[in-house]
Antibody, heavy 124, light 112 residues
Framework: QLQLQESGPGLVKPSETLSLTCTVS??????????WGWIRQPPGKGLEWIGS???????YYNPSLKSRVTISVDTSKNQFSLKLSSVTAADTAVYYC????????????????WGRGTLVTVSS | QSVLTQPPSASGTPGQRVTISCSGS????????VYWYQQLPGTAPKLLIY???QRPSGVPDRFSGSKSGTSASLAISGLRSEDEADYYC?????????????FGGGTKLTVL
């Protein structure tokens, strides 16, 4: 069945750019039935949606992070990626990639399949 | 401070019925669907309820969701030890300051 796997550096220096990739296996990222999103969770805290992308490249971003976030998709590799610039210690979190359904290219806003998450620590 | 408000903790004994509340506003719960997630310790969240009260395949009918106005609730009946987890509500927010998905701060459920 379809699985999501996050990958990327576990340690990023302050002011640098955090870069993560989510690989979709067991299915196609180009399915018209889904959007693909990023959600993060600081240690011991709650969930925060970062943004989402459709296979066509259409994106939605969290307004509070929009100025620092870029989400892209590579359909040839069945992957989508997250870049978060100018990171600080407040960006330390477990980052999850997840899938959410879509109808007629419009997203439904619930995440029905999640990756296992990857911890990214921002520290010098 | 989360946009959606949940009690930080809840508890119950095996077999009991427990409810977890989620309070929002007209721009989120009041005008959009509510979703609920269960996060077992050390694992990724799992979708529990979508579109206010729909259960994905595989979720026991012990779990139920409801919505009224700008509030929503998750009910767990026949509480079991394996239900001990963090529970999060979520919704789309049509805020003029910028739309997006918003989550509650989470409720830690303890099975006594």
């Amino acid at each position: 069945q379809l699985q999501l796997q996050e990958s990327g550096p576990g340690l990023v220096k302050p002011s640098e750019t955090l870069s993560l990739t989510c690989t979709v296996s067991g299915g196609s990222i180009s399915s018209s039935s889904y959007y693909w999103g990023w959600i993060r969770q600081p240690p011991g805290k709650g969930l925060e949606w970062i943004g989402s992308i459709y296979y066509s490249g259409s994106t939605y971003y969290n307004p509070s992070l929009k100025s620092r976030v870029t989400i892209s998709v590579d359909t040839s590799k069945n992957q989508f990626s997250l870049k978060l610039s100018s990171v600080t210690a407040a960006d330390t979190a477990v980052y999850y990639c997840a899938r959410h359904p879509s109808l007629a290219a419009r997203p439904y806003w619930y995440f029905d399949l999640w990756g296992r998450g990857t911890l990214v620590t921002v520290s010098s | 401070q989360s946009v959606l408000t949940q009690p930080p903790s809840a508890s119950g004994t095996p077999g009991q019925r427990v409810t977890i509340s989620c309070s929002g506003s007209s721009s989120n719960i009041g005008s959009n669907y509510v979703y609920w997630y269960q996060q077992l310790p050390g694992t990724a969240p799992k979708l529990l309820i979508y579109r206010n009260n729909q259960r994905p395949s595989g979720v026991p009918d012990r779990f139920s969701g409801s919505k009224s106005g700008t509030s929503a609730s998750l009910a767990i009946s026949g509480l079991r030890s394996e239900d001990e987890a963090d529970y999060y509500c979520a919704a789309w927010d049509d805020s003029l300051s910028g739309p997006g998905v918003v989550f509650g701060g989470g409720t830690k459920l303890t099975v006594l």
